[in-house]
Protein backbone atom coordinates (compact mmCIF):
# COMPACT_ATOMS: atom_id res chain seq x y z
CA UNK A 1 0.00 0.00 0.00
CA UNK A 2 1.05 3.32 -0.67
CA UNK A 3 2.12 6.38 1.79
CA UNK A 4 -0.74 7.75 0.48
CA UNK A 5 -3.12 5.16 0.28
CA UNK A 6 -2.20 4.15 3.91
CA UNK A 7 -2.86 8.09 4.77
CA UNK A 8 -6.39 8.29 3.71
CA UNK A 9 -7.11 5.29 5.26
CA UNK A 10 -6.23 6.63 8.54
CA UNK A 11 -8.17 9.40 7.85
CA UNK A 12 -11.11 7.64 6.86
CA UNK A 13 -10.91 6.10 10.03
CA UNK A 14 -10.59 8.58 11.84
CA UNK A 15 -13.24 9.91 10.69
CA UNK A 16 -15.22 6.62 11.48
CA UNK A 17 -13.90 6.80 14.61
CA UNK A 18 -15.37 10.34 15.66
CA UNK A 19 -18.96 9.79 13.99
CA UNK A 20 -19.47 6.23 15.53
CA UNK A 21 -16.75 5.17 17.96
CA UNK A 22 -16.19 2.14 16.66
CA UNK A 23 -16.00 2.36 12.81
CA UNK A 24 -12.58 3.45 12.43
CA UNK A 25 -10.91 0.09 14.18
CA UNK A 26 -13.73 -1.79 11.77
CA UNK A 27 -12.25 0.12 9.35
CA UNK A 28 -8.61 -0.68 10.02
CA UNK A 29 -9.35 -4.70 10.88
CA UNK A 30 -11.03 -4.80 7.44
CA UNK A 31 -8.31 -3.66 5.38
CA UNK A 32 -6.69 -6.88 6.37
CA UNK A 33 -9.04 -8.85 4.37
CA UNK A 34 -9.45 -9.41 0.56
CA UNK A 35 -13.24 -8.61 0.43
CA UNK A 36 -13.06 -5.03 2.14
CA UNK A 37 -16.48 -4.20 1.93
CA UNK A 38 -17.81 -7.19 3.35
CA UNK A 39 -15.25 -7.38 6.10
CA UNK A 40 -16.00 -3.92 7.07
CA UNK A 41 -19.62 -4.64 7.32
CA UNK A 42 -19.63 -7.90 9.25
CA UNK A 43 -16.74 -6.63 11.50
CA UNK A 44 -19.34 -3.09 12.41
CA UNK A 45 -21.71 -5.05 13.30
CA UNK A 46 -20.06 -7.78 15.74
CA UNK A 47 -18.50 -4.58 17.61
CA UNK A 48 -22.11 -3.07 17.49
CA UNK A 49 -23.56 -6.12 18.89
CA UNK A 50 -20.63 -6.46 20.93
CA UNK A 51 -21.18 -3.00 22.39
CA UNK A 52 -24.83 -3.51 23.38
CA UNK A 53 -23.80 -6.32 25.11
CA UNK A 54 -20.55 -4.78 26.82
CA UNK A 55 -21.12 -1.25 27.47
CA UNK A 56 -23.80 -1.92 30.17
CA UNK A 57 -20.91 -3.51 32.22
CA UNK A 58 -18.77 -0.36 32.24
CA UNK A 59 -22.35 1.67 32.83
CA UNK A 60 -23.77 3.14 29.63
CA UNK A 61 -27.17 1.34 28.08
CA UNK A 62 -28.46 1.82 24.66
CA UNK A 63 -32.01 3.96 24.58
CA UNK A 64 -34.50 2.05 22.47
CA UNK A 65 -33.93 2.50 18.77
CA UNK A 66 -37.90 1.11 17.70
CA UNK A 67 -40.41 0.06 19.50
CA UNK A 68 -43.57 0.84 21.00
CA UNK A 69 -42.91 2.69 24.20
CA UNK A 70 -43.18 6.35 25.37
CA UNK A 71 -39.38 7.15 24.65
CA UNK A 72 -37.29 6.02 21.16
CA UNK A 73 -34.49 7.17 19.51
CA UNK A 74 -35.66 9.84 16.93
CA UNK A 75 -34.16 8.17 13.83
CA UNK A 76 -32.08 4.52 13.35
CA UNK A 77 -28.81 6.79 12.77
CA UNK A 78 -28.36 7.17 16.20
CA UNK A 79 -28.20 3.32 17.06
CA UNK A 80 -26.60 2.75 13.80
CA UNK A 81 -24.05 4.43 15.18
CA UNK A 82 -23.77 3.67 18.48
CA UNK A 83 -24.73 7.65 19.51
CA UNK A 84 -27.62 6.17 21.97
CA UNK A 85 -25.65 5.44 25.11
CA UNK A 86 -26.66 6.63 28.22
CA UNK A 87 -25.83 6.17 32.15
CA UNK A 88 -28.75 3.57 33.42
CA UNK A 89 -29.97 6.40 36.06
CA UNK A 90 -30.32 9.02 32.86
CA UNK A 91 -32.33 6.14 30.93
CA UNK A 92 -34.88 5.80 33.96
CA UNK A 93 -34.82 9.19 34.25
CA UNK A 94 -35.90 9.80 30.41
CA UNK A 95 -38.07 6.59 30.79
CA UNK A 96 -39.68 7.99 33.54
CA UNK A 97 -40.76 11.33 31.97
CA UNK A 98 -41.72 9.73 28.87
CA UNK A 99 -44.45 7.46 30.66
CA UNK A 100 -45.81 10.86 32.48
CA UNK A 101 -46.02 12.74 29.11
CA UNK A 102 -48.16 9.63 28.26
CA UNK A 103 -50.28 9.28 30.59
CA UNK A 104 -51.18 13.19 31.31
CA UNK A 105 -51.43 13.23 27.02
CA UNK A 106 -52.26 9.59 25.28
CA UNK A 107 -50.03 8.92 22.46
CA UNK A 108 -47.26 11.34 23.36
CA UNK A 109 -43.85 9.73 22.23
CA UNK A 110 -40.91 10.97 23.64
CA UNK A 111 -38.14 11.19 21.20
CA UNK A 112 -34.35 11.25 22.03
CA UNK A 113 -31.36 12.55 20.01
CA UNK A 114 -27.66 11.81 20.89
CA UNK A 115 -26.58 10.68 24.08
CA UNK A 116 -23.23 9.29 24.53
CA UNK A 117 -21.01 6.49 22.77
CA UNK A 118 -20.98 2.89 24.48
CA UNK A 119 -17.16 3.33 26.13
CA UNK A 120 -14.35 5.86 27.36
CA UNK A 121 -15.36 8.47 29.36
CA UNK A 122 -13.93 11.77 28.06
CA UNK A 123 -14.60 10.53 24.55
CA UNK A 124 -16.90 12.96 23.59
CA UNK A 125 -19.53 12.80 20.81
CA UNK A 126 -18.78 15.49 18.89
CA UNK A 127 -19.90 18.39 18.12
CA UNK A 128 -21.68 18.03 21.81
CA UNK A 129 -18.73 18.52 24.05
CA UNK A 130 -20.46 17.36 26.79
CA UNK A 131 -21.45 14.57 25.72
CA UNK A 132 -18.66 12.23 27.23
CA UNK A 133 -19.65 10.86 30.53
CA UNK A 134 -22.85 8.96 29.90
CA UNK A 135 -24.95 11.69 32.11
CA UNK A 136 -26.03 13.65 29.06
CA UNK A 137 -29.07 13.34 26.68
CA UNK A 138 -30.75 15.70 23.93
CA UNK A 139 -34.72 15.26 23.61
CA UNK A 140 -36.17 16.10 20.25
CA UNK A 141 -38.90 18.92 20.58
CA UNK A 142 -42.93 18.33 20.65
CA UNK A 143 -43.83 19.30 17.86
CA UNK A 144 -47.88 20.71 16.05
CA UNK A 145 -48.70 21.22 13.29
CA UNK A 146 -51.23 24.24 12.96
CA UNK A 147 -52.09 23.31 16.93
CA UNK A 148 -52.54 19.37 16.42
CA UNK A 149 -49.63 17.38 17.79
CA UNK A 150 -47.50 15.45 15.81
CA UNK A 151 -46.32 11.90 17.70
CA UNK A 152 -42.94 10.67 16.79
CA UNK A 153 -41.79 13.69 14.49
CA UNK A 154 -39.52 16.68 14.03
CA UNK A 155 -39.30 19.11 11.42
CA UNK A 156 -35.94 17.94 10.67
CA UNK A 157 -34.86 14.54 9.52
CA UNK A 158 -32.88 13.56 12.36
CA UNK A 159 -34.62 16.35 15.31
CA UNK A 160 -31.13 18.68 14.91
CA UNK A 161 -30.97 22.00 13.24
CA UNK A 162 -34.19 23.09 12.90
CA UNK A 163 -33.84 26.26 15.07
CA UNK A 164 -36.81 28.06 16.21
CA UNK A 165 -36.81 31.75 15.80
CA UNK A 166 -36.55 33.95 19.02
CA UNK A 167 -34.13 36.70 19.91
CA UNK A 168 -30.22 35.45 20.42
CA UNK A 169 -28.33 37.17 23.54
CA UNK A 170 -25.16 36.05 21.96
CA UNK A 171 -23.05 38.31 20.11
CA UNK A 172 -21.43 37.04 16.67
CA UNK A 173 -18.44 35.92 17.01
CA UNK A 174 -16.22 33.31 14.43
CA UNK A 175 -15.19 30.52 14.86
CA UNK A 176 -18.50 29.11 16.76
CA UNK A 177 -20.59 26.34 17.51
CA UNK A 178 -23.40 28.20 17.71
CA UNK A 179 -24.27 27.68 14.31
CA UNK A 180 -27.97 29.26 12.83
CA UNK A 181 -27.88 26.88 9.50
CA UNK A 182 -29.60 29.28 7.77
CA UNK A 183 -29.33 27.58 4.40
CA UNK A 184 -31.25 25.15 5.84
CA UNK A 185 -34.15 26.74 7.70
CA UNK A 186 -36.27 26.86 4.57
CA UNK A 187 -36.25 23.15 4.12
CA UNK A 188 -38.04 22.29 6.74
CA UNK A 189 -41.88 21.85 7.44
CA UNK A 190 -43.57 24.71 9.33
CA UNK A 191 -44.47 22.97 12.48
CA UNK A 192 -44.27 24.48 16.08
CA UNK A 193 -43.15 23.17 19.36
CA UNK A 194 -46.71 21.99 21.06
CA UNK A 195 -46.60 24.10 24.17
CA UNK A 196 -48.70 21.78 26.71
CA UNK A 197 -45.84 19.13 25.68
CA UNK A 198 -42.84 21.72 25.99
CA UNK A 199 -44.35 22.93 29.22
CA UNK A 200 -45.23 19.63 31.19
CA UNK A 201 -42.01 17.84 29.54
CA UNK A 202 -39.95 20.95 31.54
CA UNK A 203 -41.66 20.99 34.85
CA UNK A 204 -41.35 16.75 35.07
CA UNK A 205 -37.82 16.62 33.96
CA UNK A 206 -37.29 19.87 36.59
CA UNK A 207 -38.88 17.81 39.29
CA UNK A 208 -36.86 14.84 38.84
CA UNK A 209 -34.15 14.76 41.42
CA UNK A 210 -32.08 12.29 39.04
CA UNK A 211 -32.12 15.67 36.37
CA UNK A 212 -29.50 17.89 37.41
CA UNK A 213 -29.85 20.43 34.87
CA UNK A 214 -31.73 21.39 31.46
CA UNK A 215 -30.04 23.54 28.65
CA UNK A 216 -32.52 25.45 26.65
CA UNK A 217 -32.22 28.78 24.55
CA UNK A 218 -33.37 31.58 26.96
CA UNK A 219 -36.10 32.32 24.52
CA UNK A 220 -37.63 29.01 24.51
CA UNK A 221 -37.57 28.77 28.32
CA UNK A 222 -39.62 32.19 28.32
CA UNK A 223 -41.89 30.59 26.71
CA UNK A 224 -43.09 27.03 28.38
CA UNK A 225 -40.46 27.12 31.26
CA UNK A 226 -42.64 28.40 33.57
CA UNK A 227 -41.86 26.30 37.13
CA UNK A 228 -38.65 24.53 35.29
CA UNK A 229 -36.39 25.41 38.01
CA UNK A 230 -33.44 23.55 36.41
CA UNK A 231 -33.59 25.30 33.09
CA UNK A 232 -30.32 26.51 32.12
CA UNK A 233 -28.56 28.64 29.56
CA UNK A 234 -26.09 26.35 28.01
CA UNK A 235 -23.67 29.65 26.65
CA UNK A 236 -22.75 31.42 23.99
CA UNK A 237 -19.76 28.92 23.66
CA UNK A 238 -21.93 26.01 22.72
CA UNK A 239 -24.29 24.77 20.25
CA UNK A 240 -27.66 26.86 19.92
CA UNK A 241 -30.52 24.81 22.03
CA UNK A 242 -33.62 25.65 20.63
CA UNK A 243 -34.48 22.96 18.22
CA UNK A 244 -33.53 20.46 20.98
CA UNK A 245 -33.76 20.11 24.57
CA UNK A 246 -30.40 18.90 26.40
CA UNK A 247 -30.41 17.18 29.90
CA UNK A 248 -28.10 16.03 32.03
CA UNK A 249 -27.52 14.36 35.58
ZN1 LIG B 1 -26.75 17.94 24.62
Redesign the pocket.
Known amino acids: MSLGRAALHLVLAAVLTVLTQLGGLAWLLSRLFRRKALAFAVLYAGLWLAALMIAPIFGRVPIACHGEGPLGMRSWVFCLANRNYVAPGLKAAAEDMAAAMAQTYPGTVTLAL?GNFPFLNGFPLLP?LS?KDGR?L?LALYYADQGRYLPGRTRSLLGYFAFEPGPSVCPPRFPTLRWDLDWLQPLWPDYAPEPARMRLALRLLSRDPRIGKIFLEPHLAAKFGSGASKIRFQGCAAARHDDHI?IQL
Do not use: F, T
Open positions: DHHKDH
